[in-house]
Structures are given as structure tokens and as C-alpha cells.
């Protein structure tokens, strides 16, 4: 029998930083719910790593991801443990294996948003 282990999440990137070699996304994805006819909003955030060894990816991500893209993320979780002040610390990394921008948020436009850019004042054969 085959087994998996693997978290698929699709939300936006609120940071992108380098740790050594290996870069960590951070992606939100919504979780609001309904409390006694409210609405809570909430978010569920996972920083997901990529490795120095997936060199493409790594090297896509750097070039092409922005803070506040949609991205589509599948990612392998693993426990970690490590030793702090002489007590252990666990804690989990999700490893991308893969990881695509579905929409760019300089693509995004609001909904109020004219089609084109506004003109400054009259133009000069209208004066």
C-alpha cells in the first residue's frame, strides 16, 4: 500500500525571505468562519521552504514572486526538533514541491478601477 503526506494550499504571499540558502514563502489563506451569525475573519498562515537543492524553483520563485500573488502550493510536511536553552523545540517545515503563481497581484485591478489612466487637465488642443 502506498502512503502519502502532502498539504496543498492556494493564498497569498505575505513574505518572502532568504535563511541561508533556502527560501521560506509565507502564504495566507482565508479561514474566516461564522460565529453566531457573524463573521470572523481569520487567516491560516504556513511558511513553506524551498530548498537550495531545487535550484529552478528556487530561482523561478526569486525572479517571479511578489507579496500579495495568488500562489498554488503542494508541500511535503516533516516534523523538526532542535534543542534551545537546553529544552527541545519542535516545530514543522513544509517542504514545496511545487509551487506556481496563479495570479500576480500587479495584475489585479479594483473593481472601481477606471479601463484606462485618468487625463491630467485639458489637453492642449482643447484649450
Not at 540558502?21 to 491560516?44: C, H, M, Q, T
Not at 537543492?53 to 500562489?71: H, P, S
Not at 510536511?77 to 516545530?91: I, L
Amino acid at each position: 500500500m502506498s502512503q502519502l503526506c502532502e498539504v496543498t494550499q492556494i493564498g497569498r504571499v505575505g513574505a518572502i525571505k532568504e535563511v541561508g540558502p533556502n527560501l521560506i514563502v509565507s502564504i495566507a489563506s482565508d479561514a474566516s468562519y461564522n460565529k453566531d451569525g457573524e463573521w470572523v475573519n481569520r487567516a491560516n498562515w504556513i511558511e513553506h521552504t524551498i530548498f537550495s537543492r531545487q535550484e529552478k524553483t528556487l530561482e523561478w520563485a526569486r525572479n517571479n514572486l511578489a507579496v500579495g500573488d495568488l500562489v498554488f502550493v503542494r508541500a511535503t510536511p516533516s516534523q523538526s526538533k532542535y534543542e534551545k536553552n537546553g529544552e527541545t523545540v519542535y516545530g514543522y517545515t513544509f517542504a514545496v514541491e511545487t509551487i506556481r503563481r496563479e495570479v500576480a497581484k500587479a495584475d489585479l485591478k479594483p473593481k472601481d478601477a477606471p479601463d484606462e489612466a485618468p487625463t491630467r487637465g485639458k489637453s492642449r488642443k482643447a484649450r
